[in-house]
């Protein structure tokens, strides 16, 4: 790899930062430096992104002594165990235990309960709001919470313990640990609590699998229980509050307020076009590996912009525009291959039923400050406004 430019760039203002456009055109397999001082390429084309989502000759499991990094000191890549940062066959065994909590028939299940959420924060919501406090956070943090049958009495401790969790660089190295720490006591807790009186939930399953069928080791099931606790909610607000921001600067909140019917392709353009993160999480080719721009040699690392592949010309017609009457896309906003987001089919029930509601509810809802006054997330693995204050 020759000189890189410093990764990650920012745009702000949900836009797709420009680097990211010139490489789309110029060099879609191009080296990047990372806050970590490593160097790994960058995917941004959709066939490129597509094939290391979805290939095997790149691992997940970089803990081994040397291996590269995003972030300097820390980052989530350091917990060996953890379901992201496992390989075929493992990964497998360990995403079977919960994959069956978010299929598609379960999750159907979920919608009254999801729906029940959304009406109990709407009807409590002020005027004016910051809407993510009020409904983007805490609406998909109480769903996952009810599903794991944990008590909903914790929320701002867990917004504080993600959002420093998944920092890049917003948060100093002693908040990270710290927020890590505290999460992972708190899963041990939540197990602790579970053992002495089993609940019907899915983390009284994952016990049960860990106890009695000796399926999951312990750290196993703790990195799971929190895992889903961050994972849960962290992608959802962040698709949610910016989705409400990107249809109410165009205009578009309007025509899903005048026909709710249109609220599941506008949530597919909302995850193509403002998705909730900007890439993958690194991988290493274990062997040489050729993709449509370009070959990667083994032991080199690869970080795949999904954000970047769902604005691909050769993918998409006018990939820029905002278009919720735009026919069904096969974005990548919850990856691809192995590590395939396992709560998507609960994100989009939540999108969905969040949505409605809220255009149901408030079909005046509007910004209650300049587009260009709101604060948004950096230095994060999400992304997304840090407040959305709005009137109705």
């Known amino acids: 790899m020759g000189s890189a430019e410093r990764y990650p760039f920012w745009a702000g203002a949900g836009e ?3 680097e990211f456009v010139r490489r789309l055109r110029a060099a879609p397999l191009d080296a990047v430096e ?21 290939s095997r000759a790149f691992t997940r499991n970089l803990t081994y002594p040397g291996a590269p990094r995003v972030a300097a000191d820390f980052d989530v890549s350091d917990l060996p165990g953890a379901i992201l940062n496992l390989d075929p066959p493992e990964h497998t065994r360990v995403r079977k ?33 910051d809407l993510i406090d009020a409904f983007a956070f805490p609406m998909p943090m109480l769903v996952i919470c009810e599903m794991l049958d944990v008590p909903r ?5 867990f917004r504080d313990w993600s959002s420093a969790y998944v920092s890049l660089s917003a948060h100093p190295l002693e908040e990270r640990v710290a ?17 002495d009186a089993p609940g019907d939930g899915l983390l009284g399953a994952l016990i049960r699998a860990r106890d009695e069928e000796d399926r999951l080791s312990e750290d196993e099931l703790v990195l799971m229980t929190f895992s889903l606790i961050v994972a849960g909610h962290e992608a959802t607000t962040a698709a949610l509050s910016r989705g409400v921001f990107r249809l109410l600067v165009t205009g578009r909140y309007a025509d899903l307020a005048d026909d709710p019917g249109r609220v599941p392709a506008a949530v597919e353009e909302i995850l193509r076009h403002d998705p909730p993160a900007d890439a993958a999480f690194l991988r ?24 970047a592949a769902d604005r691909d010309p050769a993918r998409f017609d006018r990939p820029d525009a905002f278009d919720i009457a735009r026919p069904a896309v096969d974005h990548l906003a919850f990856g691809r291959g192995p590590h395939y987001c396992l709560g998507a089919n609960l994100a989009r029930a939540e999108l969905q039923i969040a949505l409605t509601e809220l255009v149901t509810r408030f079909p005046r809802l509007r910004l209650a400050v300049p587009p260009g006054s709101i604060a948004w997330r950096t230095g994060s693995l999400m992304l997304g406004p840090t407040t959305l204050p709005v009137e109705y």
């Open 179 to 195: 927020a890590l720490e505290q999460l992972q006591e708190y899963a041990r807790e939540m197990i602790r609590r579970q053992r």
């Open 34 to 54: 990372l806050p970590s001082g490593d160097r790994a390429w960058l995917a941004v084309r959709y066939d490129d992104v597509a094939a290391v989502l979805a």
């Open 97 to 129: 235990l919960v994959s069956g909590a978010f299929t598609p028939r379960l999750v159907e299940r979920q919608r009254p309960r999801i729906r029940a959420v959304c009406a109990e924060l709407l009807d409590g919501m002020a005027n004016p709001a």
């Open 16 to 18: 797709i930062a420009p």
């Open 284 to 307: 290493v080719a274990t062997e040489d590996v050729d993709l449509p721009s370009g070959r990667v040699r083994a032991g080199e690392a690869v970080l795949a912009v999904t954000s």
């Open 153 to 157: 009495t914790d929320l701002d401790r």
